[in-house]
């Protein structure tokens, strides 16, 4: 593969998603472009993504015609962020001073969604972004011509006997910005298919506070954040104790406090619906009555529908069919450089495609570096293969890690890194976002002084996060009623 290709400039550019990642890339497109029209779709009522947790619509007896599918955000009653203001403040819009908790110096799931909310507001009002808009499918269209996009208006359902006006729309460049909080990432354990189709397990994404199961038995996968808080949450209620079930070690950037009311146990490796006689004997805890999974994400735009790259077949195929989520070295949207452009055709782009510690400002950075870019005015290989290169060295990479981590573990189905996340360390996210940072401020300059830094003093201050968060939780229970 050698095709070269000219440099894409967009005119008129569509934005999917109206998260954080979303949002900074619309005000960055728009304000620090040139671009004949921007626009955002988000297919909720509202922006703010996961931090956005909107009330769910119960059927009530009344006559409605309205079908609108509902996206729950995965965030929960009492979520507290673990991320400092200062590394959620973009670029020249710095995050309002929080409240006065000196001992809880993290916002809050409000807070953090009034603060995009606010950020959004000029763009509502100008029309730059459409609300209650879904979009069903992007479709690549030949000769890099642009892509077709379908998309569902629910706005005016109400008055269209409640079906969505539906249209299609042709942009010159689309960014996808389609985090991962949408799509649950379910182990591969034997018999959990059966647990779940009986309505005894559900994910994190689905948790919504411990009402309901007081007195129950309760298993919890995983030791991220969204595991330890669901586990703390049901201790005082549930029946003790809580298992939580641990792969690993906690890592630093999950921190939680012990609790004598939390049993943490091995992996799962099969659950049964009703064990026969024979197999209790090999059984650690029984008669559980819900599992809760924090099993993480997976990137989900499977609605992005591209030319095949071998040209071996006629018609369009999702872009994740060309990954393996199963393995956490393809678990990534394929083909970007940068984490950012699709190779093979640059006027795509996504952004959020990465886990970050800190997703706010890198989602900043990427898309400023995306707007330069589409202008021409940060490089790019115009080589398809040297564009390929990054990826590939990244799965290479990550390859790599897993191997060493194996042997160390002596566990093969070690899990701990993968192609998405580009960790702390060697090669990770403060290189990965200083790189693209020195690319902005060689074609704007302007740009130094108001785009964060990843030097080592605001390194310093990302670890100490994880012991602040720590002694935050302390403080919190120390003093809880």
């Not at 894409?8 to 960055?28: E, Q």
């Not at 959620?88 to 929080?98: A, D, G, H, M």
């Not at 450089?337 to 959020?352: D, P, T, V, W």
Request: charged content about 25%; overall charge negative; hydrophobic content about 35%.
């Amino acid at each position: 593969m050698s095709e070269d290709s000219a440099v894409i400039r967009p005119r008129k550019i569509l934005v999917v998603g109206g998260g954080a990642a979303g949002l900074v890339t619309l005000r960055n497109l728009v304000e620090r472009g040139q671009f004949e029209k921007v626009v955002l779709v988000e297919r909720r009522d509202d922006v703010g993504g996961v931090w956005y947790q909107d009330e769910p619509i119960i059927p009530s007896n009344t006559t409605s015609t309205i079908n609108k599918p509902q996206w729950p955000s995965p965030a929960y009653p009492g979520l507290v962020g673990n991320v400092l203001p200062r590394f959620l403040s973009f670029s020249e819009n710095p995050f309002p001073k929080t409240p006065n908790h000196p001992h809880q110096p993290f916002p809050s799931l409000a807070e953090t969604y009034q603060y995009l909310r606010a950020f959004a507001e000029p763009y509502i009002e100008k029309g730059q972004i459409r609300l209650n808009t879904e979009v069903m499918r992007v479709e690549e269209l030949p000769q890099k011509k642009g892509w077709k996009v379908h998309v569902r208006d629910w706005s005016e359902c109400e008055n269209n006997e409640g079906v969505p006006l539906e249209a299609e729309e042709i942009w010159d460049g689309v960014a996808i910005c389609a985090g991962y909080y949408d799509k649950p990432n379910w182990p591969d354990t034997e018999g959990l298919d059966v647990v779940r189709k009986k309505g005894l397990a559900l994910h994190a994404k689905w948790w919504n506070g411990p009402d309901g199961y007081e007195g129950k038995r309760a298993l919890v996968i995983g030791n991220a954040n969204s595991s330890n808080d669901i586990a703390s949450q049901l201790a005082p209620v549930a029946q003790c104790p809580v298992y939580r079930s641990v792969r690993r070690p906690t890592a630093p950037w999950f921190p939680s406090l012990p609790d004598s009311r939390i049993q943490s146990v091995g992996p799962v490796r099969k659950y049964i619906l009703q064990p026969a006689d024979e197999d209790k004997t090999d059984r650690k805890f029984k008669d559980i009555d819900v599992v809760i999974l924090g099993t993480g994400y997976c990137p989900h735009p499977e609605f992005v529908h591209v030319l095949p790259i071998d040209n071996a077949s006629s018609g369009h195929v999702s872009i994740m069919s060309y990954t393996d989520p199963v393995q956490p070295q393809t678990r990534r949207v394929p083909f970007l450089y940068r984490h950012i452009l699709y190779s093979y055709n640059e006027s795509l782009a996504f952004i959020g495609a990465i886990l970050a510690m800190t997703p706010f400002i890198v989602a900043d950075v990427a898309s400023t570096w995306l707007t330069l870019s589409w202008l021409g005015e940060t490089p790019y290989p115009t080589s398809l293969d040297s564009r390929l290169a990054f990826d590939r060295a990244r799965i290479a990479k990550v390859e790599k890690m897993l191997e060493a981590e194996a042997e160390a573990s002596k566990d093969s189905n070690s899990e701990s890194v993968e192609a998405s996340f580009l960790g702390t360390g060697e090669g990770g996210e403060a290189e990965y976002a200083n790189d693209l940072r020195r690319d902005i401020v060689q074609a704007r300059p302007e740009l130094d002084k108001v785009l964060p830094v990843w030097g080592d003093d605001a390194i310093a201050a990302m670890v100490e996060m994880f012991p602040t968060k720590y002694e935050a939780l302390k403080w919190s229970q120390m003093h809880s009623v």
